[in-house]
């Protein structure tokens, strides 16, 4: 996994403003206003994020300075630093050819919206309900079930479903972290997922056990009950 972070400041205290903003075909509204004398923000009903309708709730936390964000996919500017890395990871994962199909090993997904469900972001990666990374204080919430992944990660689940063995994600993903030096709260990773068979993962491995029907590996209680239940996830 490769972690970019980006320094950059800026204010995030402001009051009565409706914000629109295009990227391509995908349209962002949201009028969010800060009330002064109570110090906090009040958000509308709803928030439109690419396109789409969100209702708030009382789990909403994201901010305009996030929200502005959505959409600039920075990793797929030309010229851009981001751009150039990834486009080094493509060109170095498309050197893998399957002779069968005559394309590329690793599937390279670089465009999927970074508004996901808690489901995706959390129960998909067997994050246990009441884990900290699940809290408000470390993520943006939409609202109760929807929020902006904290990882690329949370888009495996759906990826393997729809067919893929192996692929590399990249994407933005948003934190709710200090800025520092080494600190930002919107960063970018890239994430790659390559699936085997219990052959290929298996044999000629010393600490293996059972016949090739029943390939099986020491392991701790732990591990095996995270195995049983991504099975079940899956």
Avoid at 48 to 73: A, F, M
Avoid at 106 to 118: R, W
Wanted: include cysteine.
């Amino acid at each position: 996994m490769i972690i970019l972070k980006r320094l950059y400041f800026r204010s995030i205290f402001y009051s009565y403003r409706t914000y629109t903003t295009t990227t391509k075909t995908k349209i962002n509204t949201f009028n969010i206003e800060y009330d002064p004398i109570k110090q906090s923000i009040v958000y509308p009903q709803e928030l439109i994020l690419n396109n789409k309708n969100y209702p708030t709730d009382s789990w909403t936390n994201v901010t305009e300075h996030i929200l502005l964000r959505i959409g600039q996919n920075l990793h797929q500017q030309k010229n851009h630093p981001l751009y150039h890395l990834t486009n080094r990871l493509r060109q170095y994962f498309y050197q893998f050819y399957d002779p069968h199909k005559l394309s590329p090993k690793f599937s390279i997904i670089d465009n999927l919206s970074p508004i996901v469900t808690t489901e995706q972001n959390f129960d998909s990666i067997c994050i246990p309900i009441d884990h900290v990374s699940r809290t408000k204080s470390m993520n943006y919430y939409i609202n109760k079930n929807t929020l902006l992944r904290a990882h690329t990660s949370a888009h495996q689940v759906d990826l393997i479903r729809s067919g893929l063995n192996a692929f590399l994600c990249i994407g933005d993903v948003y934190r709710r972290d200090s800025i520092d030096p080494t600190h930002y709260p919107v960063f970018h990773q890239c994430e790659g997922v390559k699936l085997f068979t219990k052959e290929e993962l298996f044999i000629g491995n010393k600490n293996v056990i059972g016949d090739k029907d029943n390939l099986q590996i020491f392991g701790t209680n732990d591990s095996l009950e995270i195995i049983h239940r991504f099975k079940k996830i899956l």
